[in-house]
T-cell receptor
Framework: GEDVEQSLFLSVREGDSSVINCTYT??????LYWYKQEPGAGLQLLTY?????DMKQDQRLTVLLNKKDKHLSLRIADTQTGDSAIYFC????????????FGTGTRLQVFP | DAGVTQSPTHLIKTRGQQVTLRCSPK?????VSWYQQALGQGPQFIFQ???????QRGNFPDRFSGHQFPNYSSELNVNALLLGDSALYLC?????????????FGPGTRLTVT
């Protein structure tokens, strides 16, 4: 089946690390993505990971993938107020198309 | 490098009317996908266009139709609008055959049906 789940809300203090979690159910997924959406805006692609990888680091962002448990996480180091947004994980089914299945999003609030 | 653009930004329509939304893909991209994002939800896949043909369709009724032009731009048409069609409509572009299958999104069109 196609289902991606995320926790709805996360609140962190500025300067701390944020960890946003996601679980997916479709074992045929090959790529998993993290997108950021600021109020009233479209989606900004942050990073992605291939399903044969365990970890990917890109500046302040670290993606961890546990394929056995179908669990994906995004860690943001030194979280800033500008990181406040909704974060979506998405899986790519790669079944003759690059259709993305999105989670419901996690709202990250960063307070001083 | 121009990103994905969409027009109009906002639109208000009445139930039963028809609407057309437009999208220009990122320079160098040849594939356009459309998504519907209801308030408080993640985007839902509507359909995808490549070489002016619909490649795959999500779970949306036939009232939703699309088109892709030779310059890769695309339109989304919705007929017989319902209140439940109120949403943010997002266009995403990609390059078919790209190993990482990245999709880049436009700012969206906010449709309100009254």
């Amino acid at each position: 089946g196609e289902d991606v789940e995320q926790s709805l809300f996360l609140s962190v203090r500025e300067g701390d690390s944020s960890v946003i979690n996601c679980t997916y159910t479709d074992s045929s997924s090959t790529y998993l993505y993290w997108y950021k959406q600021e109020p009233g805006a479209g989606l900004q692609l942050l990073t992605y990971i291939f399903s044969n990888m365990d970890m990917k680091q890109d500046q302040r962002l670290t993606v961890l993938l546990n394929k056995k448990d179908k669990h994906l996480s995004l860690r943001i180091a030194d979280t800033q107020t500008g990181d406040s947004a909704i974060y979506f994980c998405a899986e790519n089914l790669l079944l003759n198309t690059d259709k993305l299945i999105f989670g419901t999003g996690t709202r990250l609030q960063v307070f001083p | 490098d121009a990103g994905v653009t969409q027009s109009p930004t906002h639109l208000i329509k009445t139930r039963g009317q028809q609407v057309t939304l437009r999208c220009s893909p990122k320079s160098g991209h040849d594939t356009v996908s459309w998504y519907q994002q209801a308030l408080g939800q993640g985007p839902q896949f509507i359909f995808q266009y490549y070489e002016e043909e619909e490649r795959q369709r999500g779970n949306f009724p036939d009232r939703f139709s699309g088109h892709q032009f030779p310059n890769y731009s695309s339109e989304l048409n919705v007929n017989a609008l319902l209140l439940g069609d109120s949403a943010l409509y997002l266009c995403a572009s990609s390059l078919l055959g790209t190993q990482t299958y990245e999709q880049y999104f436009g700012p969206g069109t906010r449709l309100t049906v009254t």
